[in-house]
């Protein structure tokens, strides 16, 4: 059985940089054509697809935020982390981390964190 958790400060600041971290169990992030995700929900909008790092370490990130996403993976820990920089307000969500298996070159999401809140204020 997959577990994603994610952890990270519920707060940050304007301008600074918003990092989270996914522990998986149940799986290994190295799994051969998987992907791992961040996911957001603003209050009131619907999901948004961040990014993604893949089972070799390959990441792929939303045009409209690629600029200021970074993904990364610790493998002898099982965890991939988000980092958003430079966030305003707008950054203000629920995050989600996600995982699945390519399909037809894309990712899936069949496994899924609870989510944390993270608020941007100053």
């Known amino acids: 059985q997959v577990q994603l958790q994610e952890s990270g400060p519920g707060l940050v600041k304007p301008s600074q940089t918003l990092s989270l971290t996914c522990t998986v169990s149940g799986g290994s992030i190295t799994t051969n054509y998987y992907t791992w995700s961040w996911i957001r929900q603003p209050p009131g909008r619907g999901l948004e697809w961040i990014g993604y790092i893949d089972y070799s370490g390959s990441t792929s990130s939303s045009p409209s935020l690629k600029s200021r996403t970074a993904i990364a993976r610790d493998t002898s820990k099982n965890q991939f982390i988000l980092q958003l920089s430079s966030v305003t307000p707008e950054d203000t969500a629920v995050y989600y981390c996600?995982?699945?298996?390519?399909?037809?070159?894309?990712?899936?999401?069949?496994?899924w964190g609870q989510g944390t809140q993270v608020t941007v204020s100053s």
């Open positions: 996600a995982g699945g298996g390519l399909i037809v070159d894309r990712p899936s999401f069949a496994f």
